[in-house]
T-cell receptor, first 115, second 117 residues
């Protein structure tokens, strides 16, 4: 039983570069979430997919951020023209088709450092 | 607006001590869900418990117990006879069904628990 996997685990980039992260949820889960966590803080919701449809985006998600989930399987989160303030841990989570507010299964995250 | 406050930032105990982690929440909804997650050094958040707003029954699971009190908007977590493996950051979180995104959580800032041998 594989969990949620995220790739890469760490990413170091220079300001202004584009980066893309990948998340593979648990295979039978139809809901997928992206959260961002900065040092000393709890995770903050970014966006949510049900199957391939992106149903909600946080105001935290500026125009430089885009997320996709083609075919309702894996998801990618792209950040264009990165800024130092984008440095954070990006967490992906998935949950099953069951009733709402089911528990989330989290990946280990992608740690982004923007120099 | 929903808010979760974990006033304790760091707690250090010696193994076998009991420890209580506090969580206070704010919400305008009558229907909501509360969660506790654990984040060990590996970074992956691990689900511990979910409680809905209609169920104020306290729960015990092994060394873990939870005290939910709507009157004080608190959902506290106690570890009995702590162990070194309990060392982690613990997050309390709130979910409101009306927000649309199922399981869209508002997290507290977390409490870093260190259990010394």
């Amino acid at each position: 039983d594989t969990g949620v996997s995220q790739d890469p685990r760490h990413k170091i980039t220079k300001r202004g570069q584009n980066v893309t992260f990948r998340c593979d949820p648990i295979s039978e889960h139809n809901r997928l979430y992206w959260y961002r966590q900065t040092l000393g803080q709890g995770p903050e919701f970014l966006t949510y997919f049900q199957n391939e449809a992106q149903l909600e985006k946080s105001r935290l998600l500026s125009d430089r951020f885009s997320a996709e989930r083609p075919k309702g399987s894996f998801s990618t989160l792209e950040i264009q023209r990165t800024e130092q303030g984008d440095s954070a841990m990006y967490l992906c989570a998935s949950s099953s088709r069951g009733r709402p507010n089911e528990k989330l299964f989290f990946g280990s995250g992608t740690q982004l450092s923007v120099l | 607006a929903q808010k979760v406050t974990q006033a304790q930032t760091e707690i250090s105990v010696v193994e076998k001590e009991d420890v209580t982690l506090d969580c206070v929440y704010e919400t305008r909804d009558t229907t909501y869900y509360l969660f506790w997650y654990k984040q060990p050094p590996s970074g992956e958040l691990v689900f511990l418990i979910r409680r809905n707003s209609f169920d104020e029954q306290n729960e015990i699971s092994g060394r873990y117990s939870w005290n939910f009190q709507k009157s004080t908007s608190s959902f506290n977590f106690t570890i009995t006879a702590s162990q070194v493996v309990d060392s982690a950051v613990y997050f309390c979180a709130l979910s409101e069904p009306h927000t649309g995104a199922n399981s869209k959580l508002t997290f507290g800032k977390g409490i870093t628990l260190s259990v010394r041998p």
